[in-house]
């Protein structure tokens, strides 16, 4: 059933296809990103010099046009002091994007990686640069940093699977809304709760399990971000789940 604001959605069925991958967390930076393009022109209010986007065009390899739409991205998204705070990040992201609280909080420590709570041009062009470029190792870094909850720069079990559950409930959401019309009244948004159905529930434990086994080459139980990287890169069976970019 799917009722309003209180809402409990249960999908019986789950596609062959429907496991996460990487592909569902650079998803919602996608969403996010054009969900706030704005159609005026950029200003030079950002601080951002020629230099400047020289250099991230080179890092991340992207397009002059593509950085553009970036920084107008931010430019609309940002309040005072040309700085988006957490609040703001999280109202927006439940309200017309997918994800839950704490898929947003996940996403949003992502960002800001000196930890003072805002996200500014720089840490924002960081991760949206690796979105829309960057080598797979980029990715795996922001994914890994994005899985990494307590910031101890080791992933044990529980942060694989509780971020891995989140995505998939942002998914369940995502794929309700494609498959209704758009003109339904009812919508599933970041603050639909969903329940993961049984047998999803047990798949992800049992990749998860073999992620591990393949993945934790010292065997002690904790992935650090050389052995994501590396074992990532390397094992391209698991990639049907973890899948990159």
Same mark, same amino acid.
């Given at each position: 059933?799917?009722?309003?604001?209180?809402?409990?959605?249960?999908?019986?069925?789950?596609?062959?296809?429907?496991?996460?991958?990487?592909?569902?967390?650079?998803?919602?930076?996608?969403?996010?990103?054009?969900?706030?393009?704005?159609?005026?022109?950029?200003?030079?209010?950002?601080?951002?010099?020629?230099?400047? =986007?020289? /250099?991230?065009?080179? $890092?991340?390899?992207?397009?002059?046009?593509?950085?553009?739409?970036?920084? $107008?991205?931010? +430019?609309?998204?940002?309040?005072?002091?040309?700085?988006?705070? !957490? %609040?703001?990040?999280?109202?927006? =992201?439940?309200?017309?994007?997918?994800? @839950?609280?704490?898929?947003?909080?996940?996403?949003?420590?992502?960002?800001?990686?000196?930890?003072?709570?805002?996200?500014?041009?720089?840490?924002? =062009?960081?991760?949206?640069?690796?979105?829309?470029?960057?080598?797979?190792? @980029? +990715?795996?870094?922001?994914?890994?940093?994005?899985?990494?909850?307590?910031?101890?720069?080791?992933? %044990?079990?529980? /942060?694989? !699977?509780?971020?891995?559950? =989140?995505?998939? !409930?942002?998914?369940? !959401? $995502?794929?309700?809304?494609?498959?209704?019309?758009?003109?339904?009244?009812?919508?599933?948004?970041?603050?639909?709760?969903?329940? &993961?159905?049984?047998?999803?529930?047990?798949? &992800?434990?049992?990749?998860?399990?073999?992620?591990?086994?393949?993945?934790?080459?010292?065997?002690?139980?904790?992935?650090? +971000?050389?052995?994501?990287?590396?074992?990532?890169?390397?094992?391209? @069976?698991?990639?049907?789940?973890?899948?990159?970019?």
């Amino acid at each position: 059933c799917f009722c309003s604001d209180s809402i409990l959605f249960f999908l019986p069925w789950i596609p062959p296809s429907f496991f996460p991958s990487f592909d569902f967390f650079f998803f919602f930076l996608f969403f996010f990103f054009f969900f706030f393009i704005c159609a005026a022109k950029m200003g030079n209010d950002m601080g951002v010099n020629k230099s400047q =986007m020289k /250099e991230w065009q080179e $890092r991340y390899s992207i397009s002059q046009s593509k950085l553009n739409e970036v920084l $107008r991205a931010f +430019k609309k998204q940002a309040g005072k002091g040309n700085l988006i705070t !957490r %609040d703001q990040f999280l109202t927006l =992201m439940q309200q017309y994007g997918v994800a @839950d609280v704490e898929f947003a909080e996940s996403i949003f420590d992502s960002f800001d990686q000196d930890g003072n709570g805002t996200i500014d041009v720089k840490e924002y =062009m960081s991760l949206m640069g690796v979105t829309f470029g960057g080598t797979i190792e @980029d +990715k795996l870094d922001a994914s890994f940093s994005m899985f990494d909850k307590n910031g101890d720069g080791q992933l %044990d079990r529980d /942060e694989v !699977r509780s971020m891995v559950l =989140m995505v998939s !409930r942002a998914v369940i !959401r $995502r794929q309700f809304n494609a498959e209704n019309d758009a003109a339904a009244k009812k919508k599933a948004t970041g603050r639909t709760e969903v329940q &993961i159905p049984d047998e999803l529930y047990q798949k &992800i434990n049992c990749m998860i399990e073999e992620v591990f086994a393949k993945v934790d080459t010292d065997g002690n139980g904790t992935l650090s +971000k050389e052995e994501f990287v590396q074992g990532f890169s390397e094992h391209r @069976d698991i990639c049907s789940f973890f899948k990159q970019f």
